[in-house]
């Protein structure tokens, strides 16, 4: 089976509102990123995070590793927060990280 | 700071053509270096990673080959392009040693025609 899950596979909101994220894997965790995907294909980084949470604006990401998942929030949603969400797990030190299929978020105005 | 270039930045190919991608790590020395490839509407997946030069590891199998001529340098290549190989291309580099955060290129836009 799918070693890293994400849910849900997309999400509509509206402008304002909160969004949680989640990511679920089935194997050891060495770490966690997070990152968003443009339209174009590109990723931007959001998070490293083995363990514990972090911030960064709007934005926080929770891993807890006994729990095997992590998540994103999304506070205060903004349309331009519009897009796919990736998790990427890190189970073997570096060598390969495996994605999750994402979340597509739309927030409409 | 590092920067990570890739080339060429869209490519349009006929089906049995040869492919050449290339990626460039500038500002860090022995990086580890991965190609990730991910299908139109597909989960990105890991396709080759390298831990020095001259060293490509196989993750997953797509009639595709990976060398590293250089320390700064992978490139992704195929003889023949089969219809199955469009999609969108990364390359990404973590620090020496693993277990570290990954950074990614910009991607290269693959259509096989």
């Known amino acids: 089976g799918q070693q890293v899950q994400q849910s849900p596979a997309s999400l509509v909101l509206q402008e304002g509102e909160n969004a949680e994220l989640q990511c679920n894997f089935s194997?050891?965790?060495?770490?966690m990123q997070w990152f968003y995907q443009r339209p174009g294909g590109s990723l931007v980084s959001l998070f490293y995070?083995?363990?514990g949470t972090k911030h960064s604006g709007r934005l926080t990401s929770t891993t807890v590793i006994k729990e095997r998942r992590s998540s994103l929030h999304i506070s205060s949603s903004q349309t331009t927060d519009s897009g796919t969400y990736l998790c990427?797990?890190?189970?073997?030190?570096?060598?390969?990280?495996?994605f999750g299929g994402g979340t597509r978020l739309t927030v409409r105005p | 700071a590092q920067t990570i270039h890739q080339w060429p930045v869209a490519e349009i190919k006929a089906v049995g053509s040869p492919l050449s991608l290339g990626c460039t790590i500038k500002?860090?020395?022995?990086?580890?270096l991965y190609w990730y490839w991910q299908a139109t509407g597909g989960t990105l997946q890991q396709l080759f990673y390298s831990i020095t030069v001259g060293q490509v590891e196989s993750v997953v199998q797509l009639n595709l080959s990976a060398s590293r001529p250089k320390d700064d340098q992978f490139i992704l290549s195929t003889e023949k392009l089969l219809l199955s190989h469009s999609g969108f291309y990364l390359c990404a580099w973590s620090p020496l040693g693993g277990g570290a955060e990954q950074f990614f290129g910009p991607g290269t836009r693959l259509t096989v025609l």
């Open positions: 194997t050891s965790l060495n770490s």
């Open positions: 500002g860090k020395s022995s990086p580890n």
């Open positions: 990427a797990l890190d189970h073997n030190a570096g060598a390969k990280l495996t």
């Open positions: 995070n083995p363990s």
